[in-house]
């Protein structure tokens, strides 16, 4: 039995060794341990492929956290095509703050190339992309204008100042508004936007910001009822945290005289049937024609008993794309952000056309009218 004789032998001349190097020589044992032996156990036990994940699962914005997750677990569990990797799935508490102490803590490792993150701030994803050093793809937050790129961040929602533009000149030239209200919730980009668009296109308009979701239906009421705001036949809203029932509300106070504006954003096609509203969206949520968004639709449904919301069809194409360029990750790690932007090529179920030049993901838009008999007319916005 060589091999055992020759083990018996090294153990006998290492052993010794070891303990010398802990008994007098503490801190060279303390690095050793810190920095050769996860070497050495990565290089023989590797760790599994896996993206470091952010999602709110709790807090105020807990229902996009979860939207993203079941999506994951749907891919885990029943897609035909399984991930070749698995989530750190880390809850940032729908807290900026709490995000980006998350986002500090995540590293590159061997077997992590890339971060995701689902529900988060715009902001907090640019902090993710640069405190963690790896490229970040952000599934739902939306792209405004005035925030800095960062290199290594792709954005993989729509745009809110392409939408704004095309909403604007929809109104402008079709509905031929001429005087328009533009509020928003959040950050005044998207209102700015409409309006400049408006202004552009010779009509007048007003932005302005609201630091609370309800002063919105006081300042459009005032539009709808005060004598002296009759000249406003158009108002935008852009409020995401309003919620349906309020849009709702507001749209059975308007008249022929002034239209309700509002981007879909991640609700639901439905969510504003029967009413006057008039909405814009990416064409994928309108789409009826997917192949494949049809069969993702009816297998979810089959296995959660409804249907996929924006924000988890949006979760699982994203994952899909990761999955379609996993192959390359480890070995084209310094040109992933690029692998990732080149990949126009791939079978999007939600009109993804790639990303632009700062990393914003570009789709199609629909302008949606809304009819009290609960039926719809849909028509293209670019």
């Not at 700015?192 to 408006?198: C, D, E, L, R």
């Not at 809203?237 to 309700?260: H, Q, W």
């Amino acid at each position: 039995m060589p091999y055992i004789r020759i083990a018996v032998v090294m153990v006998l001349i290492v052993a010794p060794i070891v303990w010398a190097v802990i008994a007098f020589f503490p801190p060279t044992y303390q690095a050793v341990k810190e920095t050769l032996v996860p070497t050495i156990r990565n290089h023989l036990w590797p760790p599994p492929p896996a993206v470091a994940t952010i999602l709110p699962m709790t807090g105020p914005s807990a229902k996009f956290g979860q939207e993203a997750n079941r999506a994951i677990e749907f891919v885990q569990k029943e897609s035909t095509n399984p991930l070749p990797f698995s989530l750190q799935i880390l809850d940032s508490q729908g807290n900026p703050k709490e995000f980006a102490k998350l986002a500090s803590q995540i590293k590159p490792q061997p077997n992590v190339k890339i971060a995701f993150t689902a529900g988060g701030a715009t902001v907090g994803s640019s902090i993710f992309a640069q405190a963690s050093q790896l490229p970040v793809l952000d599934v739902l937050s939306i792209a405004p204008t005035n925030l800095l790129y960062h290199t290594n961040l792709l954005r993989f929602n729509s745009r809110t100042d392409t939408q704004s533009s095309l909403f604007a000149q929809f109104a402008r030239t079709v509905l031929n508004r001429t005087n328009a209200l533009c509020i928003a919730y959040y950050s005044t980009d998207s209102a700015v936007q409409f309006a400049s668009s408006i202004k552009q296109l010779g009509g007048a308009a007003t932005a302005q910001f609201t630091s609370h979701p309800f002063d919105v239906i006081q300042e459009v009421r005032a539009v709808l009822h005060d004598p002296s705001r009759k000249g406003v036949d158009c108002v935008y809203l852009d409020t995401p945290v309003l919620g349906d029932s309020y849009i709702k509300n507001l749209s059975s106070e308007t008249t022929s005289k002034t239209v309700l504006l509002v981007p879909l954003g991640l609700n639901s096609v439905a969510a504003f049937d029967n009413t006057s509203v008039i909405t814009i969206a990416p064409a994928w949520q309108i789409s009826t024609n997917c192949e494949e968004l049809s069969r993702f639709r009816l297998s979810y449904q089959k296995t959660f008993a409804e249907e996929p919301s924006p924000a988890a069809t949006l979760t699982y194409d994203a994952l899909q794309l990761i999955t379609q360029c996993w192959p390359s990750m480890f070995t084209n790690t310094q040109h992933l952000f690029a692998l990732l932007t080149a990949k126009t090529n791939f079978q999007s179920i939600t009109g993804f056309k790639g990303f632009d030049t700062n990393g914003v993901a570009k789709r199609d838009y629909v302008v949606v009218q809304y009819h009290t008999n609960g039926t719809r007319t849909i028509l293209p916005a670019n």
